[in-house]
């Protein structure tokens, strides 16, 4: 079965731009999640979907955005960019949520200049 | 408001011995508590998980964890400790009284000398 998959894989953006990450879970996971990874503040939870709906937000500012699709693909778009958005943004599928174990991809390494 | 503590930023062990990987957290509810590990440059990867039920809980890779109620704990624990255990470990925790929302610790760096 194939893991969970993000695209892209790097990006460089400038201050003021937006940008869309995009992930797909493995087959049969109806549960997406994104985190923000980065070495001062760790992985800090940003939203949990759910059968196209948002079940969970973390506390992050309205420029983060999400959703998810009727296949479960999800994105997540971060809006007037600010250096302080550079991270590795990490996608994450379960079967539901709750209980169960998180799949992680591999993630989208953002550079913001 | 829930939180996570991994008290050791490194964990230094030599090959053979038992290691220890230390996780406390605080919630309102009971405790739904996980173990992941993250492998240079790979995602993370779970390892293992309490719900409910029998407090020592048998993962992946031979790893087990201990739930313990009263203090609070969800040590991360393996008998015999390889080279190839080195990583980064990270305790997280959702809390059933509150939003489900899961925190994660800040993680444990586990290195294992020859």
């Known amino acids: 079965k194939a893991g969970v998959t993000q695209t892209p894989r790097y990006l460089i953006k400038t201050r003021g731009q937006q940008v869309t990450l995009s992930c797909s879970p493995i087959s049969g996971h109806r549960s997406v999640s994104w985190y923000q990874q980065t070495p001062g503040q760790g992985l800090q939870f940003l939203f949990e979907?759910?059968?196209?709906?948002?079940?969970n937000k973390g506390n992050f500012p309205g420029r983060f955005s999400g959703r998810q699709f009727s296949n479960s693909r999800s994105e997540m778009n971060v809006s007037t960019l600010e250096l302080g958005d550079s991270a590795l943004y990490l996608c994450?599928?379960?079967?539901?949520?709750?209980?169960?174990?998180?799949?992680f991809g591999p993630g989208t390494r953002l550079t913001v200049t | 408001a829930q939180s996570v503590a991994q008290p050791e930023d490194q964990v230094n062990v030599a090959e053979g011995n038992p290691l220890t990987v230390k996780c406390t957290y605080s919630v309102s509810g009971n405790p739904y508590l996980f173990w992941y590990v993250q492998y240079p440059n790979r995602g993370l990867q779970f390892l293992l998980k309490y719900i409910t039920g029998d407090n020592l809980v048998k993962g992946s890779y031979g790893f087990e964890a201990e739930f313990n109620k009263s203090q609070t704990s969800f040590h991360l624990k393996k008998p015999s400790a390889l080279v190839s255990d080195s990583a980064l470990y990270f305790c997280?925790?959702?809390?059933?009284?509150?939003?489900?929302?899961?925190?994660f610790g800040r993680g444990t760096s586990l290195i294992v000398h020859p």
């Open positions: 997280a925790v959702r809390d059933s009284g509150g939003s489900y929302i899961p925190t």
């Open positions: 994450a599928s379960s079967l539901e949520v709750r209980t169960y174990e998180q799949y």
């Open positions: 979907y759910f059968s196209e709906t948002q079940r």
